[in-house]
């Protein structure tokens, strides 16, 4: 008796491959800590355990699966604010960065914010979110849905406050209606 056996497969044609090229990162890093400029000037330092670059996508964009820990800088390289986020992408053309998970950052004054999602617009020099936020100051910690800041998270509003906010109120600027 004879057994005949055959295998077959499919050759994709270089046609096929460039159509899927989309899906496909250009770059596949791991473990990476690297410095970011714009016009030969310092902007970020980045570090992360994985790393995927599609160049190809119909919008192209970064992919931080495993977390980011990131650090911006003004002109002189001192570091103006940090984030740390247990995902990222980063979409290069709007220049926008979509952080989730456990985010937190810091400002200059070291104040933390720490909210689930945050988005930043680069180019509008923005970063807001409708999610739950909380900031934590030196003498108080102040929580609420929704918020829109400035990128060094200097000037931020709060969109719907919770919980007990304290006043500070001299006892002389104090008006009722008993001494109007």
């Known amino acids: ?98 952080l989730s998970g456990n985010v937190k950052a810091m400002n200059l004054d070291g104040e933390r914010f720490e909210s689930e999602k945050l988005f930043v617009e680069q180019k509008k020099d923005r970063i807001y979110t409708d999610r739950f936020v909380t900031i934590i100051q030196k003498e108080r910690i102040i929580n609420g849905i929704g918020l829109e800041s400035n990128q060094r998270l200097t000037k931020y509003t709060i969109l719907e406050p919770q919980g007990i906010i304290p006043i500070d109120e001299a006892s002389d600027s104090v008006l009722t209606s008993a001494n109007q």
């Open 1 to 98: 008796m004879f057994v005949f056996i055959s295998c077959s497969y499919r050759v994709e044609s270089t046609e096929e491959l460039s159509n899927s090229r989309d899906s496909i990162a250009l770059v596949h890093a791991w473990d990476v800590s690297t410095v970011i400029s714009d016009s030969g000037v310092t902007r970020y330092r980045l570090a992360t355990p994985e790393w995927l670059i599609f160049d190809k996508a119909s919008e192209p964009y970064w992919d931080f699966p495993h977390g980011i820990h990131l650090e911006k800088f003004d002109e002189n390289l001192n570091v103006y604010a940090n984030v740390d986020a247990d995902t990222a992408i980063y979409y290069s053309n709007k220049e926008m960065w979509i």
